[in-house]
Nanobody, 115 residues
Framework: QVQLVESGGGLVQAGGSLRLSCAAS????????MGWYRQAPGKQRDMVAV???????GYADSVKGRFTISRDSAKKTLYLQMNSLKPEDTAVYYC?????????WGKGTLVTVSS
């Protein structure tokens, strides 16, 4: 099992930026996919961005061009740079890793975007 700890959330005005980090501990296999998901109040958890161990990325249409996912494998850390934030980006953001049939989640970090 991998432990994931998110940080970097907070309150920001619309148009602002935040950078989320996710520190992983435990065994990380060479083939994996890490990602950021978010869940707004009363809504389901949705994918925001994913990145494979090979560096391929994918984004939800709602964040394309505004968010950038990256990873530092040596530091076992995942990042999400969020620019041009909108009130509809308000949610709890969760870090996830899928590997070897396992699926681990962090506890989340709250991002609140005020209008």
């Amino acid at each position: 099992q991998v432990q994931l700890v998110e940080s970097g959330g907070g309150l920001v005005q619309a148009g602002g930026s935040l950078r989320l980090s996710c520190a992983a501990s435990g065994t990380i296999f060479s083939i994996n996919v890490m990602g950021w998901y978010r869940q707004a109040p009363g809504k389901q958890r949705d994918m925001v961005a994913v990145i494979s161990s090979g560096g391929s990325t994918g984004y939800a249409d709602s964040v394309k061009g505004r968010f950038t996912i990256s990873r530092d494998s040596a530091k076992k850390t995942l990042y999400l740079q969020m620019n041009s934030l909108k009130p509809e980006d308000t949610a709890v953001y969760y870090c996830n890793i899928k590997q070897a049939g396992m699926n681990d989640w962090g506890k989340g970090t709250l991002v609140t975007v005020s209008s």
